[in-house]
């Protein structure tokens, strides 16, 4: 039996972690990728951790090399990666929460049926 990981986060946490990577001017792009791979250990979370390290690891040496005031491909490339990460983690990396099931026996709620005045039936809606 395979068992699927599920890692389920409201909005309010998808936009924290977005906001930690826009408040870090994406330095800390890789920490919400490391989160999801330990948690939930898919392959392809594991393959966004290390596209963000790989892109920390190609912009720090870039920006330190960067000898004019402004360097327009780096600058494109830093907010794009800001973007694919925010993108990512508020609509990709984690999973929706489950709708609520209702409990075992309960009878499913249901309005006033047609012709029976306040939901009320034999002998009340007469």
């Known amino acids: 039996m395979v068992t699927v990981k599920r890692l389920e986060a409201g909005w309010l946490q998808r936009i924290a ?4 990577v ?3 001017l994406g330095l800390l792009a890789w920490v919400p990728f490391l989160y ?9 979370d594991w393959g966004a951790f290390c596209s963000f390290v790989l892109y920390e690891v190609i912009t ?8 004019d005031d402004g360097d327009a491909i780096l600058g494109s490339v830093i907010v794009l990666t800001l973007l694919i990460g925010t ?6 990396e984690f999973d ?5 099931q209702q409990a075992y026996g309960a009878m499913p709620m249901q309005g006033p049926q047609p012709g029976q005045p306040y939901g009320q ?3 009340y809606g007469r």
């Open 17 to 20: 972690w977005s906001v930690l």
């Open 22 to 24: 826009w408040g870090s």
């Open 36 to 44: 999801v791979a330990i948690r939930r250990g898919r392959g392809s």
């Open 60 to 67: 720090i040496p870039w920006l330190s090399l960067s000898n």
């Open 87 to 92: 993108i990512m983690l508020l609509f990709a």
């Open 96 to 100: 929706s929460p489950l709708p609520r």
């Open 121 to 123: 039936g034999y002998p």
